[in-house]
């Protein structure tokens, strides 16, 4: 089976402009997770889905972060403006369990360097 | 919240030798744990979950209670476990930092 599909791999942007991630999750996938990386960290979760609906954005700083899944499929994670700080990678998940209990599959991140 | 905590983030030894890397869990309730472990130039792809039992690739690691431990161990390393391993609670909040095993020949 496909696994997670993530674009763009790499992006290099300078502080204040924007940026969009997407990701595709694998196929029946109703769980959809959005992990932050910061560079000797672990991953962090920034927002999770069931299906088009949001399950915890407790940790999305919603002042410049915001992700979107509009049809329970597809989603994208987008900041604007970006800062330093942001500089990570941007890792999506999905599984196919309810709540937390099921396994993730990743996909391979998108590395965000902000200048 | 639901916290874990790798406190070693390195770890270096010789093929055949024992591991075990190391993680703590500081929240109440009925702990459920997950170990997630990165091989070079791959995906995150998880190891082994507690509530299975399992043993992956050698390893297995045991939830205590009495230490609040979820330590991953494999009696006889090989090369190919070199990696990073990140421990991970039930809500998959914030996954621990991460522990980079080197195994050498």
């Known amino acids: 089976e496909a696994g997670v599909a993530q674009s763009p791999r790499y992006k290099i942007i300078e502080k204040r402009q924007s940026v969009a991630f997407w990701c595709n999750p694998i196929?029946?996938?109703?769980?959809l997770y959005w992990y932050q990386q910061i560079l000797g960290q672990g991953p962090k979760l920034l927002i999770q889905?069931?299906?088009?609906?949001?399950?915890?954005d407790s940790q999305l700083p919603k002042d410049r972060f915001s992700a979107e899944r509009l049809k329970g499929v597809d989603s994208t994670l987008k900041i604007q403006p970006a800062k330093l700080e942001d500089s990570a990678v941007y890792l999506c998940?999905?599984?196919?369990?309810?709540?937390?209990?099921?396994?993730?599959?990743f996909g391979e991140g998108s590395r965000l360097t902000v200048l | 919240a639901q916290r874990v905590t790798q406190p070693e983030k390195l770890l270096s030894v010789f093929k055949g030798a024992p591991v075990e890397l190391k993680c703590n869990y500081s929240y109440s309730g009925s702990p459920e744990l997950f170990w997630y472990v990165q091989y070079s130039r791959q995906r995150l792809q998880l190891l082994l979950r507690?509530?299975s039992r399992e043993s992956i690739k050698g390893f297995t690691a045991d939830l205590n209670k009495g230490e609040t431990s979820f330590h991953l161990k494999k009696p006889f390393a090989q090369e190919e476990d070199s990696a990073m391993y990140y421990c991970?609670?039930?809500?998959?909040?914030?996954f621990g930092k991460g522990m980079k095993l080197t195994v050498n020949p």
């Open positions: 196929s029946g996938h109703a769980t």
């Open positions: 991970a609670p039930r809500s998959k909040l914030v």
């Open positions: 998940a999905s599984s196919s369990g309810q709540g937390n209990t099921g396994e993730l599959f």
């Open positions: 507690h509530i």
């Open positions: 889905f069931q299906n088009n609906g949001v399950v915890d």
